[in-house]
Nanobody, 114 residues
Framework: QVQLVESGGGLVQAGGSLRLSCAAS????????MGWFRQAPGKEREIVAA????????YYADSVKDRFTISRDNAKNLVSLQMNRLKPEDTAVYYC???????WGQGTQVTVSS
C-alpha cells in the first residue's frame, strides 16, 4: 500500500511562485521514479515533470521547461516541484505519481490569477 499526500498549492498571481511537496509512505520510495501530473477542468491529466529514482535524470513538459524544477529527497520520502513564473494556464490540480503504479494522491489545487 502506498500513500501519497500532496501539499503546497494555493492562489497566486501570474508571475509568482509556489512549491509543491509530495510525501510518500508505504513502500520503498527510493526505488520508484516519480512524476508530477496536473489536470485542469475539462482537460485530460498530463505529465508536468518526472525524476528518476536517484534524482539524476529529469523530464519536463515543454510548457513548463525553464520555469519548473522537480527534485526529491529519498531520505525524507519527499518529491517536490518548484514552480516559478506561473501563468494562468498552469491552473490545475497537481498530483504526484510513482511510475509504473496505480497510486495517486488526492492532489493539490494551484490557481494562478491574471
Amino acid at each position: 500500500q502506498v500513500q501519497l499526500v500532496e501539499s503546497g498549492g494555493g492562489l497566486v498571481q501570474a508571475g509568482g511562485s509556489l512549491r509543491l511537496s509530495c510525501a510518500a509512505s508505504g513502500r520503498t520510495f527510493s526505488s520508484s521514479a516519480m512524476g508530477w501530473f496536473r489536470q485542469a477542468p475539462g482537460k485530460e491529466r498530463e505529465i508536468v515533470a518526472a525524476i528518476d529514482c536517484l534524482g539524476s535524470s529529469t523530464y519536463y513538459a515543454d510548457s513548463v521547461k525553464d520555469r519548473f524544477t522537480i527534485s526529491r529527497d529519498n531520505a525524507k520520502n519527499l518529491v517536490s516541484l518548484q514552480m516559478n513564473r506561473l501563468k494562468p494556464e498552469d491552473t490545475a490540480v497537481y498530483y504526484c505519481h510513482p511510475r509504473g503504479t496505480t497510486y495517486w494522491g488526492q492532489g493539490t489545487q494551484v490557481t494562478v490569477s491574471s
